[in-house]
Structures are given as C-alpha cells and as structure tokens.
C-alpha cells in the first residue's frame, strides 16, 4: 500500500517532482488521492484477446481469471461478491456466463448462436440477471434467473435499449436507449413498465450505474465533447461533472462504501483504471498494462 502511494503520488522529494506536482494540481488533473480498499474485476487485452482479470487495490498483482482466444468481457458482480456474470465469444458468438470469483465453475446462461448478448447485470436479491440481447431483431433489455431460464423481455422499442442496472431496492433499472434520436438514460420498472427518460441533450449519456444508496446515478457522456464521467440524482437533476481531463472516461463503477468511483481512461488504443475519490474530485490510476482496460465491477 505504502510504496503505491509513493509511486503514484510522486513521493521522492525533489524539484522536479514539486514542479510535477505543481503542475498537476493546477492542471486539475490526476493527482494523489489516498487509495481505497477493495477489488476490482476488468477486462483487459494485454495477453491479445480480452479477458477478465481481478486486481486487489490494497496492493498485489491483477489475478486473470479467463485465458482463452476468445473475447471475455463486461464483468458484473453478485450482491454477495461470490460470482460474476460476464460475456464471451468463445463459443460461437457473444453469450452471457458465470463463473466464481475465483475463475471457476462456469455456466453459461445464454444460447443463442444468431444473437448477440452484452452488459449482464444482477438484481440486488440475487436472484435475476438482466442483460442485453438483439435477438428480437433490435438492442432490446432482458431479464433471467441465475440458471439462464424464466426468461423475460422488458423493453420492445424499437430503438436500442441496453446497459442496465438495478437500483438497490431493486424496484428500478436504469438503462440507456437511442429510441429517441440519441442516447439518453432511461428508468423503468423490473417489469417493464413505467419507463421514462431522465436525460435530454444532443449527446449521448450512457452506461448509468445506481448509487449505493440509491439516490443518485453516475453515466458517461460526451455532451461536453470527449467522454465524461457525471452524476445525476435518480429524479434527474443536480447534474454534476466528475471526471476531468482530454481524454475519455467511460464506464463508471461505484465503490460499495458511495465514497469512490473507478472508471476507464484513455483512448481507443490504451487505458487504464482510475479510481475517483468523490469528496475531493482526485483520481488515481490503479490499473495501468499500456493495453486497453476497461468495463470495470468493483466487488460488493
Ligand atoms: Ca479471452
Ligand atoms: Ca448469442
Ligand atoms: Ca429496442
């Protein structure tokens, strides 16, 4: 923990390091925020091919939990933090699994050879997983058990509708939809019903993630030109930019405490992991492989 925090926060003494960090503080770029405990599931190319990959942030080297060609992807925790749902390629075409923490035990959920699943995401009961699928001929949102039956389809727009999540209560999903010309968040219930959307700009706002508490929601938009990370409260006010910087910040993860965010930075070549310390705006980087890392869980 300790030499982490040195050597990410400059920790030699020195005056090119007090000009660095001079500049860093007046830039409002990444700078030193203490570091949270926790874990992370990604996915990560470095190997060539995707795979899902657990990283301690307390210290210690990223744990890869799938080796295969194929692509595996879009981690997504249980409440428990004991499985993660996830999307491979590696039969055929992209399908939803599950497997332990620890990169066993898999199962695969869904089977669908001419349709493409993405984004799985768990009910906070445990009991259900929601996912995306263009199997009924456009992006629409599902919803199964943990065995990949009791299917159900909640949404029949047709307009893409994808990347859901559950608010803790479980009596909502967030998801993101381009039925009305761009993308833009949308709530409904876990039946279905009641959707309405929350955003309306000229941009694209997607990947919206509940708070712990329910409250708020964190999303990625470009609507001030590269992506960024911002929060929104679940009736859709009080929108707040979180994330700074040139380069793109997508696919935001709230830790369990509500206190920290982790995202992906970079461009369509690298990225890395930083995590964002809610009360005093600061990142970090805490995942950095030179490869691209993104879609990142942070466990219960
Ligand atoms: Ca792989
Ligand atoms: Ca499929
Ligand atoms: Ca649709």
Not at 137 to 147: C, E, F, L, P, R
Request: glycine share 12%.
């Amino acid at each position: 923990m300790n030499d982490r925090k040195l050597s990410g926060c400059s920790g030699r003494v020195g005056g090119v390091v007090w000009v660095a960090l001079a500049l860093a503080l007046l830039s409002g770029l990444t700078s030193c925020a203490a570091l949270p405990e926790g874990q992370l599931a990604y996915a990560s190319n470095v190997d060539g091919d995707f795979e899902i990959w657990l990283v301690n942030l307390g210290g210690g080297q990223s744990q890869q939990l799938t080796d295969n060609p194929a692509a595996d992807h879009s981690p997504a925790w249980s409440p428990d933090g004991r499985f993660l749902a996830f999307v491979s390629d590696r039969d055929g075409n992209d399908e939803i699994y599950m497997m332990t923490a620890d990169g066993s035990v898999l199962r695969r959920l869904t089977e669908t050879p001419d349709a493409t699943e993405s984004f799985p995401a768990w009910s906070p009961d445990g009991k259900s997983i929601s996912f995306d699928s263009d199997r009924g001929g456009n992006w629409d949102i599902y919803v199964m058990d943990t065995a990949g039956s009791s299917l159900r389809r909640l949404t029949s727009d047709p307009g893409e509708d994808w990347i859901s999540h559950w608010s803790p209560d479980g009596q909502w999903l967030a998801f993101e939809s381009g039925r009305d010309g761009n993308y833009e968040i949308y709530l409904m219930r876990p039946d279905g019903s009641g959707q309405t959307r929350l955003t309306e700009n000229g941009s694209s706002d997607g990947a919206p993630k509940w708070s712990p508490d329910g409250r708020s929601l964190v999303f990625f938009s470009n609507r001030d030109g590269s992506m960024a990370v911002y929060s929104l409260l679940a009736d859709g006010t009080e929108l707040t930019r979180l994330s700074s910087g040139p380069l793109s910040a997508t696919f935001p993860s709230w830790a369990p405490d509500g206190r920290w965010l982790v995202f992906a930075g970079g461009d369509d070549h690298s990225s890395t992991l930083q995590v964002l310390e809610l009360e005093s705006g600061r990142t970090r980087v805490v995942v950095d492989n030179g490869a691209l890392c993104w879609s990142p869980a942070w466990r219960p």
